[in-house]
């Protein structure tokens, strides 16, 4: 239980380091798809380790007591992941397109192929 | 074949969610019994919406090629974010928007490879030319080497995820 607990905390720590990134990016950066980096990134990265610390506590408690309940916690978590992980980038993608659409530039932008590129 | 198909993937999901119900393996009879008639209900309502035009994705060869996929991108996706937060401390950026064309043919292969963009190292994609397939990606930190020639160079980018985009999808 002990090293269970001990991998557990380090994930919890690694999540929250990343999560806490991902806000302080979103403060730093200039524009909106910059921000966007710090927001989908690290945020997605810290949660993938946050939601594995419940996974590995639920899977341990699972294999090691036999706690039927806790398989329900592990394979919801397992779900939770998957979505996130295709969700935040679909959405990342949406609202940089939205933000390119309505005018917004890039902020110290060298090139900008899109510019070019006419709305259909 | 559709409707089987539907109903057996819906029929898997219920499981999974409800796994730790009973005693009948890890269920219990009641949520066997209803996953298995919703099942039914779901394939007969979607079958023609859930899957497109050819079965190629039942080849679990390319389902396998997903799962080994997974471990360059965990460990891109590692180096994305020790790369944003790098930037996020120093404030060190050069952002641009590239058009590249990764050759790829249809919509889950390029829906594939957008999705990876997105979560790797300083890319994030922003639009698509449905008729060309290209991508525009914004990238935090360019390459000068990159701006030199107009069909850009998509190896800085994205590295070998068109490859494998085209091995899982087409």
């Known amino acids: 239980m002990d090293a269970l607990n001990t991998v557990s905390y380090v994930f919890i720590g690694i999540g929250l380091f990343f999560n806490f990134i991902g806000a302080f990016g979103l403060h730093r950066f200039p524009d909106m798809y910059t921000r966007l980096h710090a927001a989908t990134k690290c945020t997605t990265f810290g949660s993938i380790f946050l939601i594995m610390a419940v996974i590995v506590q639920s899977a341990g408690i699972w294999a090691i007591e036999g706690t039927l309940s806790q398989s329900v916690m592990c394979i919801h978590s397992v779900l939770a992941l998957v979505a996130l992980m295709v969700t935040n980038a679909t959405g990342a993608h949406a609202i940089a397109r939205a933000a390119h659409r309505s005018g917004e530039k890039p902020a110290r932008a060298v090139v900008d192929d899109l510019e070019s590129k006419a709305n259909d | ?170």
């Open chain 2, 1 to 170: 074949m559709r409707f089987l198909i539907t109903t057996v993937v819906a029929y898997l999901v219920y499981l999974l969610l409800t796994i730790g119900s009973g005693t009948v393996f890890l269920w219990s009879t009641a949520e066997l019994i209803i996953g298995a008639v919703f099942a039914v209900v779901v394939g007969a309502l979607l079958r023609n919406r859930f899957i497109g035009k050819d079965l190629r994705m039942l080849n679990p060869r390319r389902w396998f090629t997903f799962l080994v996929y997974l471990f360059p991108f965990f460990f891109a996706m590692a180096k994305a974010n020790i790369d944003v937060a790098y930037r996020v401390i120093t404030g060190r950026i050069n952002p641009a928007i590239v058009k590249i064309n990764p050759k790829l043919k249809n919509d889950l292969s390029l829906t594939i490879l957008a999705n990876s963009i997105t979560l790797t190292p300083g890319t994030l994609s922003v639009d698509v030319d449905q008729k060309t397939n290209e991508l525009y990606v914004h990238w935090i930190n360019i390459d000068p080497k990159v701006l030199k020639d107009m069909p850009r160079d998509y190896h800085p980018i994205c590295d070998s995820f068109p490859d494998w985009a085209r091995r899982i999808a087409e």
